[in-house]
């Protein structure tokens, strides 16, 4: 397994509307290996496959404090949204900022995991908020896209105060 970069905002890649995965194979997994070891050492709780790059339809979320149910999700569809709720996000690609963002709060997911078979998932809670967040990088939205304009740039400056800074 390997460590692999994670995009910045604003990168603009982090922009890009991530195809389909058509075959399920080794490869796939082994991205799914890489970015879920990448998260895990971040550390955070869900990764897009946008934000390393790889402009594909795969998400891996782990919300556990231990880190032992590793979820991947390989085309996920949103089947169902219902009920709204209202909590800070934070994003690997935008570190150390933290908005108010409103999600539904109850979802039903459809995606293929790594054997390649279909299943479906209803969740609330953190998880509902998490897999809707890593699905938006797949369409090439970042949180900070929910924010105002005025929001958006400090978010830049400050980003970029932090990366001079380094």
């Given amino acids: 397994m390997a460590l692999l970069p994670i995009l910045r905002y604003p990168d603009p890649r982090l922009h890009k509307k991530a195809a389909p995965i058509a075959v399920v194979d080794a490869q796939i997994r082994k991205l799914a290996a890489d970015m879920a070891e990448t998260m895990y050492n971040a550390p955070?709780?869900?990764?897009a496959a946008t934000q390393v790059d790889r402009h594909i339809r795969l998400i891996v979320i782990d919300i556990t404090e231990d880190?032992?149910?590793l979820q991947v999700f390989i085309n996920p569809e949103l089947l169902e949204k219902s009920g709204e709720c209202e909590?800070?996000?934070?994003?690997?690609?935008?570190?150390?900022?933290?908005?108010t963002i409103k999600r539904a709060a109850q979802i039903k997911v459809r995606a293929l995991g790594l054997d390649g078979q279909a299943f479906?998932?209803?969740a609330d809670g953190l998880l509902a908020v998490c897999i809707q967040h890593e699905m938006d990088h797949l369409e090439g939205r970042v949180f900070v896209d929910y924010l105002s304009r005025l929001k958006q740039n400090r978010?830049?400056?400050?980003?970029a105060k932090q990366g001079r800074a380094m």
């Fill in 120 to 122: 479906e998932l209803a």
């Fill in 155 to 159: 978010i830049k400056a400050k980003l």
């Fill in 87 to 99: 909590g800070d996000e934070g994003c690997l690609s935008v570190p150390g900022i933290y908005e």
């Fill in 44 to 47: 955070g709780i869900g990764l």
């Fill in 67 to 69: 880190q032992s149910q």
